[in-house]
Protein backbone atom coordinates (compact mmCIF):
# COMPACT_ATOMS: atom_id res chain seq x y z
CA UNK A 1 0.00 0.00 0.00
CA UNK A 2 1.36 3.62 -1.53
CA UNK A 3 0.06 5.16 1.76
CA UNK A 4 -1.40 2.65 4.57
CA UNK A 5 -2.74 5.71 6.71
CA UNK A 6 -4.78 7.12 4.29
CA UNK A 7 -5.84 4.09 2.31
CA UNK A 8 -7.09 2.46 5.60
CA UNK A 9 -8.70 5.06 7.21
CA UNK A 10 -12.34 4.57 8.38
CA UNK A 11 -14.40 5.75 5.31
CA UNK A 12 -16.73 7.71 7.96
CA UNK A 13 -13.46 9.56 8.46
CA UNK A 14 -12.40 9.99 4.92
CA UNK A 15 -15.90 11.51 4.33
CA UNK A 16 -15.71 14.12 7.47
CA UNK A 17 -12.64 15.13 5.64
CA UNK A 18 -14.06 15.64 2.52
CA UNK A 19 -17.03 17.20 4.06
CA UNK A 20 -14.43 20.27 4.92
CA UNK A 21 -12.38 20.17 1.35
CA UNK A 22 -16.10 20.03 -0.15
CA UNK A 23 -17.63 23.38 1.49
CA UNK A 24 -13.99 24.94 0.90
CA UNK A 25 -14.06 24.01 -2.64
CA UNK A 26 -17.91 25.02 -3.28
CA UNK A 27 -16.68 28.77 -1.81
CA UNK A 28 -13.89 28.48 -4.39
CA UNK A 29 -16.16 28.14 -7.23
CA UNK A 30 -18.47 30.38 -6.04
CA UNK A 31 -15.72 33.40 -5.68
CA UNK A 32 -12.89 31.75 -8.89
CA UNK A 33 -15.99 29.97 -11.57
CA UNK A 34 -17.96 32.01 -13.41
CA UNK A 35 -19.12 28.91 -15.09
CA UNK A 36 -20.38 27.49 -11.33
CA UNK A 37 -21.20 30.75 -10.09
CA UNK A 38 -23.96 31.47 -12.84
CA UNK A 39 -24.78 27.66 -12.45
CA UNK A 40 -25.68 27.71 -8.91
CA UNK A 41 -27.03 30.79 -8.96
CA UNK A 42 -29.57 29.84 -11.91
CA UNK A 43 -30.55 26.94 -9.34
CA UNK A 44 -30.81 29.86 -6.59
CA UNK A 45 -27.63 28.87 -4.88
CA UNK A 46 -25.82 31.89 -4.26
CA UNK A 47 -23.69 31.26 -1.09
CA UNK A 48 -21.71 28.46 0.52
CA UNK A 49 -23.72 28.31 3.66
CA UNK A 50 -26.79 28.02 1.03
CA UNK A 51 -24.70 24.72 -0.57
CA UNK A 52 -24.16 22.77 2.52
CA UNK A 53 -21.94 19.71 2.91
CA UNK A 54 -21.50 16.59 1.19
CA UNK A 55 -24.73 15.20 2.71
CA UNK A 56 -26.66 17.62 0.52
CA UNK A 57 -24.64 17.22 -2.46
CA UNK A 58 -27.04 15.18 -4.31
CA UNK A 59 -29.22 18.04 -4.56
CA UNK A 60 -27.65 20.44 -6.75
CA UNK A 61 -28.09 20.23 -10.60
CA UNK A 62 -24.98 17.94 -12.60
CA UNK A 63 -22.80 19.05 -14.70
CA UNK A 64 -22.88 17.88 -18.25
CA UNK A 65 -19.48 17.48 -20.53
CA UNK A 66 -21.36 19.56 -23.59
CA UNK A 67 -22.17 22.33 -20.64
CA UNK A 68 -18.71 22.75 -20.40
CA UNK A 69 -17.95 22.90 -24.39
CA UNK A 70 -20.64 25.27 -24.97
CA UNK A 71 -18.84 28.05 -22.93
CA UNK A 72 -15.55 27.87 -24.59
CA UNK A 73 -14.99 30.88 -27.15
CA UNK A 74 -12.39 32.38 -28.71
CA UNK A 75 -12.21 34.25 -25.22
CA UNK A 76 -12.43 31.69 -23.44
CA UNK A 77 -11.01 28.76 -25.35
CA UNK A 78 -10.94 26.28 -22.02
CA UNK A 79 -14.40 27.61 -20.56
CA UNK A 80 -15.81 29.54 -18.51
CA UNK A 81 -15.34 27.10 -15.20
CA UNK A 82 -11.22 27.88 -15.61
CA UNK A 83 -10.72 29.45 -11.95
CA UNK A 84 -7.03 30.47 -12.06
CA UNK A 85 -5.27 33.01 -14.33
CA UNK A 86 -2.90 31.77 -17.38
CA UNK A 87 0.16 31.64 -15.38
CA UNK A 88 -0.91 29.28 -12.63
CA UNK A 89 -1.50 27.20 -15.50
CA UNK A 90 1.42 24.34 -15.71
CA UNK A 91 -0.37 21.68 -18.35
CA UNK A 92 -2.75 21.71 -20.75
CA UNK A 93 -4.67 18.37 -22.01
CA UNK A 94 -7.11 17.99 -24.32
CA UNK A 95 -9.33 15.40 -25.56
CA UNK A 96 -10.43 14.85 -29.28
CA UNK A 97 -14.54 15.89 -28.88
CA UNK A 98 -16.73 14.89 -31.11
CA UNK A 99 -16.85 18.10 -32.86
CA UNK A 100 -13.38 18.39 -34.28
CA UNK A 101 -12.83 21.23 -31.37
CA UNK A 102 -10.65 19.86 -29.08
CA UNK A 103 -12.05 20.30 -25.36
CA UNK A 104 -9.12 21.42 -23.05
CA UNK A 105 -8.08 20.04 -19.47
CA UNK A 106 -5.92 23.08 -17.96
CA UNK A 107 -3.80 22.09 -14.22
CA UNK A 108 -2.09 23.91 -11.66
CA UNK A 109 1.19 22.27 -10.66
CA UNK A 110 -0.55 21.11 -7.24
CA UNK A 111 -3.45 19.78 -9.63
CA UNK A 112 -1.16 17.93 -11.19
CA UNK A 113 0.82 16.42 -8.17
CA UNK A 114 -2.50 15.55 -6.88
CA UNK A 115 -3.28 13.48 -9.99
CA UNK A 116 -0.06 11.85 -10.15
CA UNK A 117 -0.98 10.99 -6.10
CA UNK A 118 -4.07 9.12 -7.08
CA UNK A 119 -3.26 7.69 -9.89
CA UNK A 120 0.57 6.00 -8.15
CA UNK A 121 -1.82 4.92 -5.31
CA UNK A 122 -4.40 3.11 -8.01
CA UNK A 123 -1.27 1.43 -9.89
CA UNK A 124 0.25 0.50 -6.07
CA UNK A 125 -2.83 -0.95 -5.67
CA UNK A 126 -2.15 -3.87 -8.04
CA UNK A 127 0.79 -4.91 -6.13
CA UNK A 128 3.85 -3.94 -7.94
CA UNK A 129 7.04 -3.10 -5.75
CA UNK A 130 9.47 -0.27 -5.91
CA UNK A 131 12.68 -1.36 -8.45
CA UNK A 132 10.74 -3.67 -10.89
CA UNK A 133 10.68 -2.81 -14.79
CA UNK A 134 7.21 -1.96 -16.12
CA UNK A 135 6.98 -1.66 -19.81
CA UNK A 136 3.92 0.58 -21.19
CA UNK A 137 2.84 0.80 -24.27
CA UNK A 138 0.58 4.37 -23.72
CA UNK A 139 1.43 7.08 -26.58
CA UNK A 140 -0.14 9.76 -24.23
CA UNK A 141 0.24 12.66 -27.04
CA UNK A 142 -1.91 15.13 -25.71
CA UNK A 143 -4.25 13.19 -23.67
CA UNK A 144 -4.25 13.08 -20.12
CA UNK A 145 -3.43 9.32 -19.87
CA UNK A 146 0.24 10.66 -20.09
CA UNK A 147 0.17 11.91 -16.75
CA UNK A 148 -0.49 8.76 -15.47
CA UNK A 149 2.80 7.75 -16.50
CA UNK A 150 4.37 10.15 -14.03
CA UNK A 151 3.08 7.59 -11.02
CA UNK A 152 5.54 5.02 -12.21
CA UNK A 153 8.62 6.92 -11.46
CA UNK A 154 6.46 8.00 -8.16
CA UNK A 155 6.37 4.50 -7.44
CA UNK A 156 10.21 3.67 -8.14
CA UNK A 157 9.73 1.28 -11.15
CA UNK A 158 11.88 1.15 -13.70
CA UNK A 159 10.09 2.65 -16.68
CA UNK A 160 10.42 1.60 -20.34
CA UNK A 161 7.94 3.13 -22.87
CA UNK A 162 7.69 1.16 -26.53
CA UNK A 163 4.50 3.39 -26.92
CA UNK A 164 1.05 1.62 -28.64
CA UNK A 165 1.55 -0.33 -32.21
CA UNK A 166 4.50 -1.91 -32.42
CA UNK A 167 4.57 -5.39 -31.24
CA UNK A 168 7.84 -6.10 -32.37
CA UNK A 169 9.23 -3.59 -30.24
CA UNK A 170 7.43 -4.57 -27.44
CA UNK A 171 7.78 -8.17 -27.23
CA UNK A 172 11.85 -7.36 -28.01
CA UNK A 173 11.63 -5.12 -24.45
CA UNK A 174 10.02 -8.20 -22.90
CA UNK A 175 12.37 -10.64 -24.27
CA UNK A 176 15.89 -8.87 -23.33
CA UNK A 177 14.94 -6.42 -20.83
CA UNK A 178 13.00 -8.82 -18.83
CA UNK A 179 10.24 -6.96 -17.15
CA UNK A 180 7.49 -8.11 -14.65
CA UNK A 181 5.24 -5.68 -15.29
CA UNK A 182 2.91 -4.42 -18.43
CA UNK A 183 0.58 -1.73 -18.76
CA UNK A 184 -1.95 -1.96 -21.50
CA UNK A 185 -5.93 -1.62 -23.02
CA UNK A 186 -7.28 -5.01 -22.66
CA UNK A 187 -7.42 -5.06 -26.34
CA UNK A 188 -4.01 -5.02 -26.53
CA UNK A 189 -3.65 -7.66 -24.24
CA UNK A 190 -5.62 -9.84 -26.45
CA UNK A 191 -4.15 -8.71 -29.45
CA UNK A 192 -0.76 -9.75 -28.02
CA UNK A 193 -1.97 -13.19 -27.23
CA UNK A 194 -2.89 -13.45 -30.93
CA UNK A 195 0.60 -11.97 -31.75
CA UNK A 196 2.66 -13.94 -29.76
CA UNK A 197 1.22 -17.43 -31.06
CA UNK A 198 1.36 -16.39 -34.49
CA UNK A 199 5.62 -15.44 -34.16
CA UNK A 200 5.79 -18.70 -31.76
CA UNK A 201 6.70 -16.26 -28.66
CA UNK A 202 6.37 -17.89 -25.27
CA UNK A 203 4.49 -14.95 -23.58
CA UNK A 204 2.84 -16.91 -20.91
CA UNK A 205 6.83 -18.36 -20.09
CA UNK A 206 7.57 -14.69 -20.43
CA UNK A 207 9.01 -12.59 -17.21
CA UNK A 208 5.74 -10.63 -17.06
CA UNK A 209 4.29 -11.54 -13.88
CA UNK A 210 1.34 -8.42 -13.89
CA UNK A 211 -0.56 -6.74 -16.67
CA UNK A 212 -2.38 -3.23 -15.67
CA UNK A 213 -4.83 -2.66 -17.90
CA UNK A 214 -6.95 0.25 -18.54
CA UNK A 215 -8.49 2.45 -21.07
CA UNK A 216 -11.72 0.43 -21.59
CA UNK A 217 -14.10 -2.08 -19.65
CA UNK A 218 -12.64 -5.56 -20.18
CA UNK A 219 -10.84 -7.30 -17.84
CA UNK A 220 -14.31 -6.40 -14.79
CA UNK A 221 -15.95 -9.40 -16.95
CA UNK A 222 -14.89 -13.04 -15.12
CA UNK A 223 -14.18 -15.21 -18.66
CA UNK A 224 -12.54 -12.84 -20.62
CA UNK A 225 -9.41 -11.82 -17.73
CA UNK A 226 -9.70 -15.74 -17.15
CA UNK A 227 -8.36 -16.03 -20.76
CA UNK A 228 -6.25 -13.04 -20.50
CA UNK A 229 -4.64 -14.16 -17.28
CA UNK A 230 -4.26 -17.81 -19.14
CA UNK A 231 -2.69 -16.42 -22.56
CA UNK A 232 0.00 -14.32 -20.14
CA UNK A 233 0.64 -16.60 -17.33
CA UNK A 234 0.26 -13.39 -15.38
CA UNK A 235 -2.45 -11.72 -13.20
CA UNK A 236 -4.34 -8.95 -14.50
CA UNK A 237 -5.44 -5.90 -12.72
CA UNK A 238 -7.72 -2.44 -13.81
CA UNK A 239 -7.07 1.14 -13.41
CA UNK A 240 -9.75 3.74 -14.71
CA UNK A 241 -10.07 7.60 -14.86
CA UNK A 242 -11.72 10.13 -16.77
CA UNK A 243 -9.75 13.30 -18.45
CA UNK A 244 -11.61 15.90 -17.30
CA UNK A 245 -11.64 14.39 -13.56
CA UNK A 246 -7.97 12.84 -13.74
CA UNK A 247 -5.94 9.69 -14.55
CA UNK A 248 -6.19 6.65 -12.87
CA UNK A 249 -8.98 7.56 -10.43
CA UNK A 250 -9.39 3.80 -9.43
CA UNK A 251 -7.02 1.21 -9.25
CA UNK A 252 -7.61 -2.54 -8.86
CA UNK A 253 -6.12 -4.34 -6.22
CA UNK A 254 -4.38 -7.97 -5.83
CA UNK A 255 -7.73 -9.31 -4.46
CA UNK A 256 -9.75 -8.53 -7.90
CA UNK A 257 -12.67 -7.47 -6.85
CA UNK A 258 -13.46 -4.48 -8.21
CA UNK A 259 -11.05 -0.87 -8.55
CA UNK A 260 -10.74 1.36 -5.14
CA UNK A 261 -10.95 4.95 -5.14
CA UNK A 262 -6.91 5.75 -5.18
CA UNK A 263 -8.19 9.67 -5.71
CA UNK A 264 -9.93 9.24 -2.27
CA UNK A 265 -9.73 12.88 -0.62
CA UNK A 266 -9.45 14.72 -3.99
CA UNK A 267 -12.71 13.42 -5.58
CA UNK A 268 -16.05 12.48 -4.24
CA UNK A 269 -18.08 10.04 -6.15
CA UNK A 270 -21.27 10.00 -6.32
CA UNK A 271 -23.50 7.36 -7.91
CA UNK A 272 -26.88 8.33 -10.11
CA UNK A 273 -29.99 6.69 -12.13
CA UNK A 274 -28.58 7.36 -16.04
CA UNK A 275 -32.52 8.28 -16.71
CA UNK A 276 -33.64 10.68 -14.17
CA UNK A 277 -30.31 11.85 -12.45
CA UNK A 278 -31.54 10.66 -9.10
CA UNK A 279 -28.55 10.12 -6.40
CA UNK A 280 -28.47 6.08 -5.79
CA UNK A 281 -27.22 5.23 -2.89
CA UNK A 282 -23.74 3.50 -2.81
CA UNK A 283 -24.12 0.32 -1.72
CA UNK A 284 -22.59 -3.19 -2.20
CA UNK A 285 -24.38 -4.31 -5.88
CA UNK A 286 -25.56 -0.75 -6.58
CA UNK A 287 -25.40 -0.13 -10.58
CA UNK A 288 -25.62 3.52 -11.97
CA UNK A 289 -23.83 6.16 -13.82
CA UNK A 290 -20.67 7.65 -12.20
CA UNK A 291 -20.44 11.18 -11.09
CA UNK A 292 -17.68 13.11 -9.65
CA UNK A 293 -16.54 16.15 -8.33
CA UNK A 294 -13.44 17.73 -7.20
CA UNK A 295 -13.03 18.30 -3.98
CA UNK A 296 -9.18 19.86 -3.75
CA UNK A 297 -9.08 21.34 -7.42
CA UNK A 298 -7.95 24.30 -8.67
CA UNK A 299 -7.39 24.87 -12.94
CA UNK A 300 -10.76 23.85 -13.29
CA UNK A 301 -12.53 22.35 -10.82
CA UNK A 302 -15.70 20.22 -11.67
CA UNK A 303 -18.76 19.83 -9.46
CA UNK A 304 -21.22 16.75 -9.97
CA UNK A 305 -19.91 16.39 -13.31
CA UNK A 306 -21.63 13.10 -15.08
CA UNK A 307 -19.08 10.64 -16.59
CA UNK A 308 -21.17 8.82 -18.56
CA UNK A 309 -19.51 5.11 -17.02
CA UNK A 310 -22.43 3.04 -15.99
CA UNK A 311 -20.39 1.23 -12.76
CA UNK A 312 -21.45 -1.27 -10.44
CA UNK A 313 -20.04 -0.38 -6.37
CA UNK A 314 -19.22 -2.21 -3.44
CA UNK A 315 -18.51 -0.36 -0.10
CA UNK A 316 -17.80 -2.97 1.96
CA UNK A 317 -14.40 -3.31 3.49
CA UNK A 318 -11.62 -5.40 0.56
CA UNK A 319 -9.49 -8.27 2.09
CA UNK A 320 -6.61 -6.02 1.22
CA UNK A 321 -7.34 -3.58 4.18
CA UNK A 322 -8.37 -0.50 2.06
CA UNK A 323 -11.66 1.44 2.84
CA UNK A 324 -11.98 3.26 -0.55
CA UNK A 325 -14.94 2.13 -2.65
CA UNK A 326 -14.63 -0.14 -5.58
CA UNK A 327 -16.54 -0.28 -8.73
CA UNK A 328 -16.00 -2.09 -12.17
CA UNK A 329 -17.40 -0.58 -15.10
CA UNK A 330 -20.23 -2.42 -17.40
CA UNK A 331 -19.61 0.02 -20.22
CA UNK A 332 -20.41 3.35 -21.39
CA UNK A 333 -23.84 5.11 -21.94
CA UNK A 334 -22.78 6.49 -25.59
CA UNK A 335 -22.67 2.65 -26.21
CA UNK A 336 -25.75 1.12 -24.63
CA UNK A 337 -28.73 0.48 -26.44
CA UNK A 338 -32.54 -0.43 -25.24
CA UNK A 339 -34.11 -3.14 -27.04
CA UNK A 340 -37.68 -2.72 -26.38
CA UNK A 341 -37.12 -0.61 -23.25
CA UNK A 342 -33.98 -2.78 -21.71
CA UNK A 343 -30.52 -1.30 -21.53
CA UNK A 344 -28.31 -3.64 -23.20
CA UNK A 345 -24.48 -2.76 -22.88
CA UNK A 346 -22.35 -4.76 -25.46
CA UNK A 347 -19.77 -5.29 -22.66
CA UNK A 348 -22.65 -7.49 -21.02
CA UNK A 349 -22.98 -9.12 -24.12
CA UNK A 350 -19.44 -9.79 -24.51
CA UNK A 351 -19.27 -11.14 -20.93
CA UNK A 352 -22.18 -13.58 -21.94
CA UNK A 353 -20.59 -14.63 -24.94
CA UNK A 354 -17.36 -15.14 -23.53
CA UNK A 355 -18.36 -17.57 -21.16
CA UNK A 356 -18.80 -20.34 -24.22
CA UNK A 357 -14.97 -20.65 -24.67
CA UNK A 358 -13.08 -22.42 -26.09
CA UNK A 359 -15.55 -22.73 -28.38
CA UNK A 360 -15.36 -18.64 -29.30
CA UNK A 361 -13.04 -16.87 -29.77
CA UNK A 362 -13.99 -14.11 -27.30
CA UNK A 363 -14.74 -11.16 -30.22
CA UNK A 364 -18.27 -10.13 -30.81
CA UNK A 365 -19.64 -6.88 -32.81
CA UNK A 366 -23.07 -6.13 -31.72
CA UNK A 367 -25.01 -4.72 -35.12
CA UNK A 368 -27.83 -2.63 -34.72
CA UNK A 369 -30.10 -2.56 -37.72
CA UNK A 370 -31.32 1.13 -36.74
CA UNK A 371 -29.96 4.22 -36.36
CA UNK A 372 -29.52 5.26 -32.60
CA UNK A 373 -30.13 3.90 -28.92
CA UNK A 374 -33.53 2.21 -29.19
CA UNK A 375 -33.62 -0.96 -31.37
CA UNK A 376 -35.89 -3.69 -32.54
CA UNK A 377 -35.51 -7.10 -30.91
CA UNK A 378 -33.47 -9.45 -32.28
CA UNK A 379 -30.51 -7.54 -32.16
CA UNK A 380 -28.14 -8.76 -34.00
CA UNK A 381 -24.65 -9.91 -32.69
CA UNK A 382 -21.65 -11.58 -34.90
CA UNK A 383 -19.89 -14.14 -32.71
CA UNK A 384 -16.02 -15.58 -33.61
CA UNK A 385 -15.37 -18.83 -33.39
CA UNK A 386 -12.02 -19.85 -31.80
CA UNK A 387 -8.81 -20.73 -34.10
CA UNK A 388 -9.66 -23.56 -36.10
CA UNK A 389 -13.02 -24.08 -34.82
CA UNK A 390 -15.89 -24.92 -36.72
CA UNK A 391 -19.69 -23.88 -35.98
CA UNK A 392 -20.76 -26.92 -33.53
CA UNK A 393 -24.00 -27.92 -32.94
CA UNK A 394 -26.50 -24.90 -31.93
CA UNK A 395 -24.06 -22.74 -30.82
CA UNK A 396 -25.75 -19.38 -32.18
CA UNK A 397 -29.04 -21.00 -30.75
CA UNK A 398 -27.35 -21.58 -26.85
CA UNK A 399 -25.57 -18.31 -27.25
CA UNK A 400 -28.90 -16.40 -27.67
CA UNK A 401 -30.78 -18.60 -25.16
CA UNK A 402 -28.26 -17.84 -22.32
CA UNK A 403 -28.22 -14.10 -23.56
CA UNK A 404 -31.85 -13.81 -23.02
CA UNK A 405 -31.80 -15.81 -20.32
CA UNK A 406 -29.82 -13.28 -18.43
CA UNK A 407 -30.35 -9.96 -20.03
CA UNK A 408 -33.76 -10.47 -21.01
CA UNK A 409 -33.01 -9.65 -24.65
CA UNK A 410 -33.43 -11.12 -28.37
CA UNK A 411 -30.40 -11.86 -29.97
CA UNK A 412 -29.49 -13.23 -33.47
CA UNK A 413 -26.23 -14.51 -33.17
CA UNK A 414 -24.29 -15.14 -36.73
CA UNK A 415 -20.99 -17.24 -36.16
CA UNK A 416 -18.12 -16.21 -38.35
CA UNK A 417 -14.91 -18.03 -38.59
CA UNK A 418 -11.94 -16.77 -36.43
CA UNK A 419 -9.80 -13.60 -37.81
CA UNK A 420 -13.42 -12.46 -39.19
CA UNK A 421 -13.77 -9.67 -36.92
CA UNK A 422 -11.13 -6.81 -36.54
CA UNK A 423 -8.41 -7.08 -33.48
CA UNK A 424 -7.25 -3.57 -31.98
CA UNK A 425 -4.03 -2.73 -30.68
CA UNK A 426 -5.82 0.19 -28.60
CA UNK A 427 -9.39 0.28 -27.89
CA UNK A 428 -12.13 -2.29 -29.36
CA UNK A 429 -15.30 -1.45 -31.06
CA UNK A 430 -17.63 -3.71 -29.96
CA UNK A 431 -20.67 -1.69 -31.74
CA UNK A 432 -21.12 -1.18 -35.69
CA UNK A 433 -23.72 1.00 -36.42
ZN1 LIG B 1 -8.72 -4.32 -2.12
Not at 30 to 49: E, W
Not at 77 to 89: C, L, N
Not at 296 to 325: K, Y
Request: glycine residues 10%; charged residues 25%.
Amino acid sequence: MLDPEIETLPWDEQVSRDDVLYRRQVEYLLARSDFYRAKLTAAGLTTADAIGGLDTIGELPLTEKDEIRASCSETHPMGTHVAVPREQIVRIYSTSGTTGTPSYIPLTAQDLDNWVTGSSRSYAASGIKPGEIIVTTYNAGPFAAGAALASFDRLGLCHVPVGTGNSERLIAAIRLLKPTAAVMTPSYAAYLAEWAADHAFDLRGSSVRRVLVAGEPGVGEAALRTRLEEAWGAKFTEAMGIGDIGVSLWGECEEQCGMHLGARGFVHAELVDPGSGAPLRMADGARGELVLTHLDHRAAPLLRFRTRDHVEVWTSVCRCGRTAPRLRCIGRTDDMLIVRGVNVFPTAIREIVSQFAPAVSGFILVKPAAAGTRQEPPLPVTVELQKGGADAAQLAERIEKRIREVLLVATRVEIVPWGTLQRSEYKSKLVQH
